[in-house]
T-cell receptor, first 112, second 110 residues
Framework: DVKVTQSSRYLVKRTGEKVFLECVQDMDHENMFWYRQDPGLGLRLIYFSYDVKMKEKGDIPEGYSVSREKKERFSLILESASTNQTSMYLCASTISRDDEQFFGPGTRLTVL | GDSVTQMEGPVTLSEEAFLTINCTYT??????LFWYVQYPGEGLQLLLKATKADDKGSNKGFEATYRKETTSFHLEKGSVQVSDSAVYFC?????????FGSGTQLTVVP
């Protein structure tokens, strides 16, 4: 079974802090994605990566950056957390970009 | 760009009722289409998918048929159970990425 893990289920940070969200997949997938999920807005794509050291902006990249130093790991970085970044963050991976995505359990981030 | 429009929720049904959640898509070409389910406190899981026109995806009693002429992929189940209570997301795949609908919260009451 494909497994996608995220470093934390719940995280509480203060405004202005630098925040790292880690995602690891164990199926040698080329493509990895970061989404945020908010009530009434569904899933919105923040960034994705189709290869090591490659990244592309999604629909809402402002305030975020990413890092993909190894194929299995894709990190989302909030350089200076703000309260409007309080959300559920979901990581996903897939063999090809238009195929089924496998999701991690999510990290619920609260920024105070 | 590509878009997926999904029936707004929340939806509340009695056990054994018939379920339909509407989903339509707009895309260049013919994307693969998916339904995902999210149970409370968990990530999304693939429920079913269809990769071309007239394909029917099915799983756990749920079905959806890829209708090119109406650009739709409606989710149906003949008899829902309390355990089906969850959020359902429709998604469409292009060469670049998947696009998701806003999700439909389903609550099934005994």
């Amino acid at each position: 079974d494909v497994k996608v893990t995220q470093s934390s289920r719940y995280l509480v940070k203060r405004t202005g802090e630098k925040v790292f969200l880690e995602c690891v997949q164990d199926m040698d997938h080329e493509n990895m994605f970061w989404y945020r999920q908010d009530p009434g807005l569904g899933l919105r794509l923040i960034y994705f990566s189709y290869d090591v050291k490659m990244k592309e902006k999604g629909d809402i990249p402002e305030g975020y950056s990413v890092s993909r130093e190894k194929k299995e790991r894709f990190s989302l970085i909030l350089e200076s957390a703000s309260t409007n970044q309080t959300s559920m963050y979901l990581c996903a991976s897939t063999i090809s970009r238009d195929d089924e995505q496998f999701f991690g359990p999510g990290t619920r981030l609260t920024v105070l | 760009g590509d878009s997926v429009t999904q029936m707004e929720g929340p939806v509340t049904l009695s056990e054994e009722a018939f379920l339909t959640i509407n989903c339509t898509y707009t895309a260049t070409g013919y994307p693969s289409l998916f339904w995902y389910v999210q149970y409370p406190g968990e990530g999304l899981q693939l429920l079913l998918k269809a990769t071309k026109a007239d394909d029917k995806g099915s799983n756990k009693g749920f079905e959806a048929t890829y209708r090119k002429e109406t650009t739709s992929f409606h989710l149906e189940k003949g008899s829902v159970q309390v355990s089906d209570s969850a959020v359902y997301f429709c998604g469409g795949g292009s060469a670049r990425q998947l696009t998701f609908g806003s999700g439909t919260q389903l609550t099934v009451v005994p």
